[in-house]
């Protein structure tokens, strides 16, 4: 196979040609013949032993060429981008291929390429890490929660206050027809949660036990197509009311939810548990400002195939937590089946698959630009803690991963270690010095 024409294009596309000789188009056409011989019936000749020379002078000379091209084209394809050293993202598209007189086949083949990166400045970005405070009303805030989930519900005879949950029995009419989705019994609503249209958590205020009445609810104009704006009446039985009655806030309290003896030892645990919380978060949010920087910074032009990938490598990792972990679906089918459409893909995935192209980009750059290498000892360290933060046994994670993806992760971090470390980082002043 010959190589020729190799052009690179506007918009990261290159496109080349590679021509295959007679003798190997010859080859490939008698290999279809062989693939598809026992399938052909010819009057006169058993079927499957019909000679390629007579199916050829019955159905053309042309008749196996369309398998033999399709045969040979992976091979010119792998070929072109060899021998002109292209690195390639996404699918590649045959433009054109077609068979010569000479019966050479000629394929024009067009890419799109690894795009190229320019760095920008990369070490010693500058940013500012928040302080990390944690108040008095932050710690009875998180005991009030704890309070809250482990309150009992206790009954009461008396009308229906905000903050009762009331158990009822409703059911909606509009225009007098019971409309879908309008009735339920013993259902608990809490009052004033305002989880149920605007309008009937209050009309229950003030309601007997065991009193029936009818409420007049006016949907939102937002609501759902069938039911926005219109005006309905629902049917309500108040069955009952429970409060909930929250433990006393003293050392019993502490013991029974947590493993300390006094109410001061849980609410130091708790602040140290919400300062290590906030310390993580602040962190966190400084090196994504780093490397959101360090990213801004570098020239690139992301061909819209490299974050189409990213994309549905998202999906696909988000729908591997419903069970859906065929990875053979249709982009098209797997939207369909998670219940979603492009506008919110385009709103809710593409920006973070955005900005991980481009921190991929910016991480194999820096990589180049350090040499950084993985030895055997650094490879063997990542090894080992991966496997303890997924509970596994390393030769289990070696054997899944394998050596070589290891190495290139432990690179990685390498290179996003190295760029937060140079980091200039300016720790701000707290609120109250600001307010000052």
């Known amino acids: 196979?010959?190589?020729?024409?190799?052009?690179?294009?506007?918009?990261?596309?290159?496109?080349?040609?590679?021509?295959?000789?007679?003798?190997?188009?010859?080859?490939?056409?008698?290999?279809?013949?062989?693939?598809?011989?026992?399938?052909?019936?010819?009057?006169?000749?058993?079927?499957?032993?019909?000679?390629?020379?007579?199916?050829?002078?019955?159905?053309?000379?042309?008749?196996?060429?369309?398998?033999?091209?399709?045969?040979?084209?992976?091979?010119?394809?792998?070929?072109?981008?060899?021998?002109a050293e292209l690195r390639f993202v996404g699918a590649p598209s045959i433009t054109d291929v077609n068979v010569t007189d000479e019966h050479t086949v000629v394929y024009s083949f067009t890419v799109t390429l690894y795009p190229e990166v320019t760095l920008g400045q990369y070490k010693g970005i500058e940013a500012t890490r928040e302080p990390v405070t944690v108040s008095d009303e932050d710690v009875n805030a998180e005991?009030?929660?704890?309070?809250?989930?482990?309150?009992?519900?206790?009954?009461?005879?008396?009308?229906?206050?905000?903050?009762?949950?009331?158990?009822?029995?409703?059911?909606?009419?509009?225009?007098?027809?019971?409309?879908?989705?309008?009735?339920?019994?013993?259902?608990?609503?809490?009052?004033?949660?305002?989880?149920?249209?605007?309008?009937?958590?209050?009309?229950?205020?003030?309601?007997?036990?065991?009193?029936?009445?009818?409420?007049?609810?006016?949907?939102?104009?937002?609501?759902?197509?069938?039911?926005?704006?219109?005006?309905?009446?629902?049917?309500?039985?108040?069955?009952?009311?429970?409060?909930?009655?929250?433990?006393?806030?003293?050392?019993?309290?502490?013991?029974?939810?947590?493993e300390f003896d006094t109410l001061d030892e849980y609410k130091a645990d708790i602040r140290a548990n919400l300062e290590k919380r906030r310390q993580d978060e602040a962190e966190e949010k400084v090196r994504s400002e780093i490397m959101h920087k360090a990213a801004e910074n570098m020239t690139v032009e992301i061909p819209e195939v490299m974050v189409q990938e990213k994309v549905e490598e998202i999906l696909r990792n988000y729908a591997a937590n419903f069970g859906l972990n065929s990875r053979d679906m249709e982009y098209a089918q797997l939207l369909q089946m998670m219940g979603l459409d492009e506008n919110t893909i385009n709103v809710s995935i593409r920006p973070g698959a955005q900005v991980q192209v481009k921190n991929d980009l910016l991480i194999e750059a820096v990589i180049k630009a350090e040499n950084i290498e993985a030895t055997d000892e650094e490879v063997e360290e990542y090894l080992n803690k991966v496997a303890e933060s997924i509970q596994a046994q390393p030769e289990e994670v070696k054997n899944y991963f394998?050596?070589?993806?290891?190495?290139?992760?432990?690179?990685?971090?390498?290179?996003?270690?190295?760029?937060?470390?140079?980091?200039?980082?300016?720790?701000?002043?707290p609120e109250e010095e600001k307010a000052e």
């Open 402 to 429: 394998g050596l070589e993806f290891l190495a290139g992760e432990r690179k990685k971090e390498k290179a996003t270690n190295l760029i937060i470390d140079s980091a200039v980082i300016t720790e701000a002043a």
């Open 143 to 258: 005991v009030e929660s704890v309070r809250k989930r482990n309150a009992r519900k206790v009954s009461v005879e008396r009308e229906a206050q905000m903050g009762d949950t009331a158990n009822i029995d409703f059911d909606g009419f509009l225009n007098g027809e019971r409309f879908d989705g309008g009735k339920a019994e013993s259902y608990d609503l809490e009052l004033g949660s305002n989880s149920f249209v605007p309008g009937f958590e209050e009309q229950i205020v003030g309601m007997q036990i065991g009193e029936e009445k009818d409420l007049d609810i006016t949907f939102p104009e937002d609501y759902v197509e069938d039911l926005a704006g219109k005006a309905v009446v629902f049917k309500v039985k108040l069955n009952s009311l429970t409060v909930s009655e929250l433990p006393e806030l003293d050392d019993e309290f502490a013991k029974d939810v947590s």
């Open 1 to 83: 196979m010959i190589v020729k024409n190799v052009e690179k294009k506007e918009n990261n596309t290159a496109v080349f040609q590679v021509e295959s000789d007679a003798a190997e188009f010859e080859a490939a056409v008698n290999g279809a013949y062989l693939k598809n011989k026992a399938s052909i019936y010819i009057p006169g000749f058993r079927k499957g032993k019909a000679p390629r020379a007579v199916v050829e002078g019955m159905y053309g000379k042309d008749v196996f060429y369309q398998d033999a091209m399709d045969e040979l084209a992976p091979q010119a394809f792998e070929q072109g981008v060899k021998e």
